[in-house]
């Protein structure tokens, strides 16, 4: 039986409006408690009000905005507590898939994270950093052998992108974008020599470094 090639559907008006909508609240056009509603949403993308309503519950079902009846839609701020659980689904998912497929890991592996790793810290755009950070971690997981949990741990990131926004936007002088990343280099030395104490270590410092680097100075 033949292979049936996936073709990728275009996106409807619908994903558009949410791309859009998400992008301005990741800019800080929208800040944080701030509430927008349908007319001012029709007026701006130029679109009927089927899309928009259709993209806002999306957003509301993902808690980036919350429904206030016959108002509007206010922007949700992340808590501390919304970070820190986040960050303690993503350590123990990719500890959990990534130590026992630390085995699977070798020299082509290791070459495609160190090239990811190395484009991370030669970009100096913040959004093009976080994606390249992301990638590290989501590729790790596909490595193991397991591109479900890549592809669940992808959806924690997105929704910690959120959480970074705030952080920038409430910091007139952010860290430097290297510091985020200065634990990869520990993280690929212990899927070189597979061992399985320094990558933990490694892990759990890179992953809590979101807390350790942020949440200290912003929340």
């Known amino acids: 039986m033949r292979g049936v090639t996936s073709v990728k559907e275009p996106a409807t008006m619908k994903d558009k409006i949410y791309n859009r909508i998400m ?3 990741l800019s800080h056009q929208y800040s944080d408690r701030e509430v927008i509603n349908e007319k001012d949403l029709v007026e701006k993308y130029g679109c009927s009000k089927t899309p ?9 079902n993902e808690n ?4 206030i009846p016959r108002y509007g839609y206010e ?10 659980n986040m960050l303690q689904y993503r350590f123990a998912v990719e500890s959990g898939v990534i ?6 890991f070798g020299k082509n592996q290791i070459t495609a994270l160190r090239e990811i ?10 959004w093009e950093h976080w994606d390249l950070n992301s990638a590290f971690h989501i590729r790790m997981l596909v490595f193991a052998g397991n591109p479900f949990a890549g592809s669940r741990v992808e959806s924690c990131i997105n929704e910690l992108k959120r959480a970074y926004a705030q952080f920038c936007w409430d910091n007139a002088t952010p860290m430097p974008l290297a ?16 061992d399985e104490e320094l990558l ?20």
């Not at 928009?52 to 509301?60: K, Q």
């Not at 790793?117 to 913040?126: F, I, L, P, Q, S």
């Not at 200065?182 to 020599?193: F, M, R």
Request: proline share 1%; net charge negative.
């Open 64 to 67: 980036v905005l919350r429904s």
């Open 99 to 104: 130590l026992p497929g630390l085995k699977r």
């Open 200 to 219: 933990m270590k490694s892990l759990r410092a890179d992953v809590y470094d979101f807390a350790a680097n942020q949440l200290e100075q912003s929340w």
């Open 179 to 194: 510091d985020d990343i200065k634990h990869h280099q520990d993280i690929l030395k212990a899927l070189e020599s597979h």
């Open 75 to 84: 922007v949700v701020r992340l808590s501390t507590d919304d970070v820190m």
């Open 23 to 25: 992008e301005d609240i």
């Open 117 to 126: 790793d190395k484009a991370c810290r030669e970009t100096g755009d913040v």
């Open 52 to 60: 928009i309503r259709e993209a806002l519950i999306s957003l509301c």
